[in-house]
Protein backbone atom coordinates (compact mmCIF):
# COMPACT_ATOMS: atom_id res chain seq x y z
CA UNK A 1 0.00 0.00 0.00
CA UNK A 2 0.95 3.60 -0.77
CA UNK A 3 1.92 5.09 2.32
CA UNK A 4 1.42 9.50 3.38
CA UNK A 5 2.91 10.92 6.73
CA UNK A 6 1.06 13.35 8.93
CA UNK A 7 2.98 16.09 6.80
CA UNK A 8 1.78 15.52 3.19
CA UNK A 9 4.96 13.75 2.27
CA UNK A 10 5.16 10.42 0.38
CA UNK A 11 6.50 7.56 2.54
CA UNK A 12 6.54 4.93 -0.21
CA UNK A 13 5.09 1.50 -0.94
CA UNK A 14 5.00 -0.67 2.29
CA UNK A 15 3.42 -3.65 3.88
CA UNK A 16 0.44 -3.47 5.85
CA UNK A 17 3.01 -4.07 8.61
CA UNK A 18 5.74 -1.96 8.14
CA UNK A 19 3.16 0.92 7.72
CA UNK A 20 1.55 0.23 10.71
CA UNK A 21 4.61 0.17 12.74
CA UNK A 22 5.33 3.66 11.19
CA UNK A 23 1.88 5.11 12.45
CA UNK A 24 2.84 3.40 16.33
CA UNK A 25 6.25 5.04 16.38
CA UNK A 26 4.60 8.41 15.61
CA UNK A 27 1.07 7.54 17.94
CA UNK A 28 -0.97 8.06 14.83
CA UNK A 29 -3.63 6.21 13.04
CA UNK A 30 -3.70 4.69 9.83
CA UNK A 31 -6.51 5.63 7.77
CA UNK A 32 -7.35 4.26 4.55
CA UNK A 33 -8.53 7.51 1.92
CA UNK A 34 -8.30 5.06 -1.46
CA UNK A 35 -9.00 1.69 -1.28
CA UNK A 36 -10.31 1.29 -4.90
CA UNK A 37 -6.84 2.64 -6.11
CA UNK A 38 -3.70 0.39 -6.92
CA UNK A 39 -1.66 -0.46 -4.60
CA UNK A 40 -4.60 1.29 -1.71
CA UNK A 41 -3.61 4.18 -0.31
CA UNK A 42 -3.21 4.92 2.93
CA UNK A 43 -2.60 7.86 5.33
CA UNK A 44 -0.78 8.38 8.67
CA UNK A 45 -2.78 10.84 10.91
CA UNK A 46 -4.54 11.70 13.65
CA UNK A 47 -8.26 9.84 13.26
CA UNK A 48 -10.32 11.87 15.89
CA UNK A 49 -8.81 15.11 15.25
CA UNK A 50 -9.88 14.53 11.61
CA UNK A 51 -13.04 13.82 12.42
CA UNK A 52 -13.36 16.70 14.29
CA UNK A 53 -12.39 18.63 11.45
CA UNK A 54 -14.81 16.85 9.19
CA UNK A 55 -17.77 17.78 11.39
CA UNK A 56 -17.01 21.66 11.60
CA UNK A 57 -16.84 21.70 7.93
CA UNK A 58 -20.52 20.12 8.04
CA UNK A 59 -21.60 22.12 11.07
CA UNK A 60 -20.49 25.67 9.05
CA UNK A 61 -21.80 24.30 5.70
CA UNK A 62 -25.35 24.03 7.02
CA UNK A 63 -25.28 27.67 8.88
CA UNK A 64 -24.57 28.45 5.42
CA UNK A 65 -27.22 26.73 3.84
CA UNK A 66 -30.69 28.36 3.05
CA UNK A 67 -34.17 26.75 4.08
CA UNK A 68 -36.15 27.93 1.70
CA UNK A 69 -39.97 27.96 2.73
CA UNK A 70 -43.27 27.20 1.07
CA UNK A 71 -46.55 28.54 2.04
CA UNK A 72 -49.95 28.09 0.44
CA UNK A 73 -52.97 30.08 -0.43
CA UNK A 74 -56.23 28.24 -1.17
CA UNK A 75 -58.63 28.92 -3.72
CA UNK A 76 -62.05 27.62 -4.75
CA UNK A 77 -63.20 29.04 -8.04
CA UNK A 78 -66.01 30.97 -6.97
CA UNK A 79 -63.70 32.82 -4.83
CA UNK A 80 -65.25 36.63 -4.32
CA UNK A 81 -63.24 39.41 -5.19
CA UNK A 82 -62.40 40.67 -1.74
CA UNK A 83 -61.66 37.33 -0.74
CA UNK A 84 -59.34 37.20 -3.50
CA UNK A 85 -57.75 39.93 -2.86
CA UNK A 86 -57.28 39.62 1.12
CA UNK A 87 -55.26 35.75 -0.29
CA UNK A 88 -53.66 38.02 -2.58
CA UNK A 89 -51.86 40.68 -0.42
CA UNK A 90 -50.98 37.67 2.21
CA UNK A 91 -49.39 35.98 -1.35
CA UNK A 92 -47.38 39.13 -2.06
CA UNK A 93 -46.37 39.57 1.80
CA UNK A 94 -44.49 35.37 1.50
CA UNK A 95 -43.31 36.51 -1.52
CA UNK A 96 -41.48 39.77 -0.14
CA UNK A 97 -40.12 37.49 2.88
CA UNK A 98 -38.50 35.22 0.44
CA UNK A 99 -40.90 32.52 0.79
CA UNK A 100 -42.37 30.58 -2.30
CA UNK A 101 -45.88 30.81 -2.72
CA UNK A 102 -48.03 27.52 -3.82
CA UNK A 103 -51.81 28.74 -5.49
CA UNK A 104 -54.16 25.95 -5.15
CA UNK A 105 -57.76 25.51 -6.59
CA UNK A 106 -59.85 23.10 -5.36
CA UNK A 107 -62.68 21.82 -7.03
CA UNK A 108 -65.68 20.01 -5.52
CA UNK A 109 -69.20 18.27 -7.21
CA UNK A 110 -69.78 20.53 -9.98
CA UNK A 111 -67.33 22.61 -10.17
CA UNK A 112 -65.25 19.87 -11.84
CA UNK A 113 -67.04 21.03 -15.35
CA UNK A 114 -66.00 24.33 -14.83
CA UNK A 115 -62.04 23.55 -14.19
CA UNK A 116 -61.32 26.81 -16.75
CA UNK A 117 -62.80 29.13 -13.81
CA UNK A 118 -59.78 27.72 -11.74
CA UNK A 119 -57.36 27.88 -14.63
CA UNK A 120 -58.05 31.63 -15.09
CA UNK A 121 -58.01 32.54 -11.32
CA UNK A 122 -54.29 30.98 -11.28
CA UNK A 123 -53.32 33.23 -14.30
CA UNK A 124 -55.06 36.30 -12.45
CA UNK A 125 -52.52 35.37 -9.14
CA UNK A 126 -50.18 35.16 -11.73
CA UNK A 127 -50.40 38.70 -13.31
CA UNK A 128 -51.24 40.73 -10.07
CA UNK A 129 -47.60 39.52 -8.42
CA UNK A 130 -45.72 39.40 -11.55
CA UNK A 131 -43.61 42.39 -9.91
CA UNK A 132 -42.71 40.11 -7.12
CA UNK A 133 -42.48 37.17 -8.22
CA UNK A 134 -41.60 34.79 -10.98
CA UNK A 135 -43.60 31.62 -12.00
CA UNK A 136 -41.84 28.31 -11.27
CA UNK A 137 -44.14 25.63 -12.11
CA UNK A 138 -46.86 26.50 -14.66
CA UNK A 139 -50.38 26.25 -13.83
CA UNK A 140 -51.71 22.98 -14.01
CA UNK A 141 -54.72 20.70 -13.75
CA UNK A 142 -54.85 17.15 -11.83
CA UNK A 143 -57.78 15.71 -10.53
CA UNK A 144 -59.54 18.01 -8.21
CA UNK A 145 -56.83 20.70 -7.68
CA UNK A 146 -55.51 22.97 -9.94
CA UNK A 147 -51.78 24.61 -8.57
CA UNK A 148 -48.68 26.84 -9.50
CA UNK A 149 -45.79 27.84 -7.36
CA UNK A 150 -44.60 31.15 -7.00
CA UNK A 151 -40.59 31.94 -6.29
CA UNK A 152 -39.64 35.75 -5.42
CA UNK A 153 -37.50 37.04 -7.85
CA UNK A 154 -33.71 37.78 -7.04
CA UNK A 155 -33.35 40.86 -5.18
CA UNK A 156 -30.16 42.85 -6.17
CA UNK A 157 -27.90 44.00 -3.00
Known amino acids: MRVIDESGEQ?????ITEALSAAREKALDLVE?????D?????????????YQASKKQHEAKKKQVVVKVKEIKLRPKTEEHDFNFKLKHAREFLEQGCKVKVTVQFRGREMAYTYLGLDLLKKFEVSTEDLGI?????KHEGRIAQMILAPKKQKA
Open 33 to 37: ISGKS
Open 11 to 15: LGILS
Open 39 to 51: PPVCRIMDYGKFK
Open 135 to 139: VESQP
